[in-house]
């Protein structure tokens, strides 16, 4: 990482983006720069990038190899390929055989639809592995050959459709990183199991009724993204679990059935202060933002009632998303003091609309930070952003929101650059085009 911030001061790697947190996730190069890169990466045998067929000669001496260039693959793979290829990166080609190469420790498929398992088995010495595709083979025999990585440390299959992994992916004493497919049914490891390798854990279900209980040893890890449900994984099971994580940084929880996540008390976790994401997804809470009792009630239809405080959630997120709530009143005149927020996504739930006789209210100095704001799903009478609110924003997403007006005080955002209110009003289409005449955003209607 060094190494890149170096590169990045002198101007030769540019950031083209950053995540909430402020770690960077995409660069990009001049093509200058890039066809010097890859040309001295060839001289150095560093990097053979194979994108037509004169670049299969440079591949007999070259330890980490991308393949771009899809036809007769296996053939020339075979005439030209130096057996001791250290890292594969496949775009495109599925019917490679990368069994015979041994000491392979990156492998990456990107952008193929379907991989033969029979041609990805042994291995040993795999180190980082990312299959965004479908898998052509047993749940069992893909689960076997994991468990047979002594050396895993990254595991990526956020694109890939798997069943439960359970079994098998724990027992890699080595990983670092498990990012699992979002369809996948992998339920989280258990106490038993030593995982304080652990780093990310992504799209892990705590669905099943357990023997144990859910406190695996995953004190390091920094993103977690679980699914729970509220007859197998209750309150105080979360709880237990988050108390440990004493590094989160990313926190992403889903209540698959109405798991009373909003009891959760984030002050008591060791993460409150230096968590920079949360995103929390329910469908049957309502959300009230008239005082600053920070409690739960429930009225008589056993909805459950939040009391939104000043310092209920973490005071430096960077990213914070609420979805699928019945928000009974303002939630803007809380959430608007969070002073490090640059990303925010709320919304209602789709099934239960209500007419809220309430609004939105930004008041001066708020959202001093934010520059993307996604609202959906809820129904608002009025929209009022007074001079000094939102200085930052550049992104508006609106959509589903009807009656909401379009407030035309956007005109004197200073840094809004993007807005798309999606709408049934045809007076709302009328305010867009005359805030459009104005500034020249960028308008979806």
């Given at each position: 990482?060094?190494?890149?911030?170096?590169?990045?001061?002198?101007?030769?790697?540019?950031?083209?983006?950053?995540?909430?947190?402020?770690?960077?996730?995409?660069?990009?190069?001049?093509?200058?720069?890039?066809?010097?890169?890859?040309?001295?990466?060839?001289?150095?045998?560093?990097?053979?990038?194979?994108?037509?067929?004169?670049?299969?000669?440079?591949?007999?001496?070259?330890?980490?190899?991308?393949?771009?260039?899809?036809?007769?693959?296996?053939?020339?793979?075979?005439?030209?390929?130096?057996?001791?290829?250290?890292?594969?990166?496949?775009?495109?080609?599925?019917?490679?055989?990368?069994?015979?190469?041994?000491?392979?420790?990156?492998?990456?498929?990107?952008?193929?639809?379907?991989?033969?398992?029979?041609?990805?088995?042994?291995?040993?010495?795999?180190?980082?592995?990312?299959?965004?595709?479908?898998?052509?083979?047993?749940?069992?025999?893909?689960?076997?050959?994991?468990?047979?990585?002594?050396?895993?440390?990254?595991?990526?299959?956020?694109?890939?459709?798997?069943?439960?992994?359970?079994?098998?992916?724990?027992?890699?004493?080595?990983?670092?990183?498990?990012?699992?497919?979002?369809?996948?049914?992998?339920?989280?490891?258990?106490?038993?199991?030593?995982?304080?390798?652990?780093?990310?854990?992504?799209?892990?279900?705590?669905?099943?009724?357990?023997?144990?209980?859910?406190?695996?040893?995953?004190?390091?890890?920094?993103?977690?993204?679980?699914?729970?449900?509220?007859?197998?994984?209750?309150?105080?099971?979360?709880?237990?679990?988050?108390?440990?994580?004493?590094?989160?940084?990313?926190?992403?929880?889903?209540?698959?059935?109405?798991?009373?996540?909003?009891?959760?008390?984030?002050?008591?976790?060791?993460?409150?202060?230096?968590?920079?994401?949360?995103?929390?997804?329910?469908?049957?809470?309502?959300?009230?933002?008239?005082?600053?009792?920070?409690?739960?009630?429930?009225?008589?239809?056993?909805?459950?009632?939040?009391?939104?405080?000043?310092?209920?959630f973490p005071p430096h997120l960077t990213y914070l998303g609420l979805v699928g709530f019945?928000?009974?009143?303002?939630?803007?005149?809380?959430?608007?003091?969070?002073?490090?927020?640059?990303?925010?996504?709320?919304?209602?739930?789709?099934?239960?609309?209500?007419?809220?006789?309430?609004?939105?209210?930004?008041?001066?100095?708020?959202?001093?930070?934010?520059?993307?704001?996604?609202?959906?799903?809820?129904?608002?009478?009025?929209?009022?952003?007074?001079?000094?609110?939102?200085?930052?924003?550049?992104?508006?997403?609106?959509?589903?929101?009807?009656?909401?007006?379009?407030?035309?005080?956007?005109?004197?955002?200073?840094?809004?650059?993007?807005?798309?209110?999606?709408?049934?009003?045809?007076?709302?289409?009328?305010?867009?085009?005359?805030?459009?005449?104005?500034?020249?955003?960028?308008?979806?209607?």
């Open positions: 990482m060094c190494f890149l911030e170096d590169l990045i001061q002198r101007s030769m790697v540019q950031v083209s983006n950053k995540s909430y947190d402020g770690s960077i996730t995409f660069c990009r190069v001049h093509d200058v720069l890039r066809d010097l890169a890859i040309h001295k990466a060839k001289e150095m045998n560093f990097l053979v990038v194979c994108s037509k067929p004169d670049d299969w000669k440079s591949c007999n001496k070259a330890r980490r190899v991308a393949i771009n260039y899809s036809s007769n693959v296996n053939e020339m793979m075979g005439d030209y390929a130096n057996p001791n290829i250290r890292s594969l990166l496949l775009f495109g080609e599925s019917n490679l055989d990368c069994s015979k190469y041994k000491v392979l420790r990156v492998l990456g498929c990107m952008h193929v639809e379907k991989v033969v398992l029979q041609k990805f088995k042994g291995l040993p010495h795999l180190r980082y592995l990312k299959l965004n595709s479908e898998i052509e083979g047993m749940e069992c025999e893909f689960g076997e050959w994991i468990r047979g990585m002594k050396y895993l440390e990254t595991l990526d299959l956020q694109r890939s459709i798997h069943g439960d992994l359970s079994k098998w992916i724990w027992q890699v004493k080595t990983l670092r990183h498990a990012i699992l497919g979002v369809n996948c049914n992998t339920q989280g490891p258990p106490a038993s199991v030593d995982l304080r390798n652990l780093q990310t854990l992504v799209n892990v279900n705590y669905s099943e009724s357990r023997q144990e209980p859910a406190s695996p040893n995953i004190t390091e890890v920094r993103n977690l993204r679980i699914n729970v449900h509220e007859k197998y994984f209750s309150k105080e099971e979360i709880a237990t679990l988050l108390s440990e994580l004493k590094n989160l940084v990313d926190l992403d929880i889903r209540g698959i059935s109405g798991i009373d996540l909003g009891r959760i008390i984030w002050k008591d976790f060791p993460f409150y202060k230096h968590l920079k994401s949360l995103h929390i997804m329910e469908k049957s809470w309502i959300f009230n933002g008239d005082g600053n009792k920070g409690i739960l009630s429930a009225n008589d239809d056993d909805s459950k009632t939040l009391v939104l405080d000043d310092d209920i019945e928000f009974v009143s303002d939630p803007m005149s809380v959430l608007q003091k969070l002073q490090n927020l640059k990303k925010l996504t709320i919304s209602g739930s789709k099934e239960e609309k209500v007419l809220m006789s309430w609004r939105f209210r930004c008041s001066a100095g708020g959202f001093k930070q934010l520059e993307e704001l996604s609202i959906y799903d809820l129904m608002v009478d009025e929209w009022e952003i007074e001079s000094g609110a939102m200085p930052m924003l550049k992104e508006l997403y609106v959509s589903s929101c009807d009656p909401l007006r379009v407030p035309l005080e956007l005109v004197h955002l200073p840094s809004l650059e993007s807005l798309s209110w999606y709408t049934d009003i045809q007076t709302n289409e009328d305010m867009i085009r005359i805030i459009h005449k104005q500034r020249p955003y960028t308008v979806t209607i």
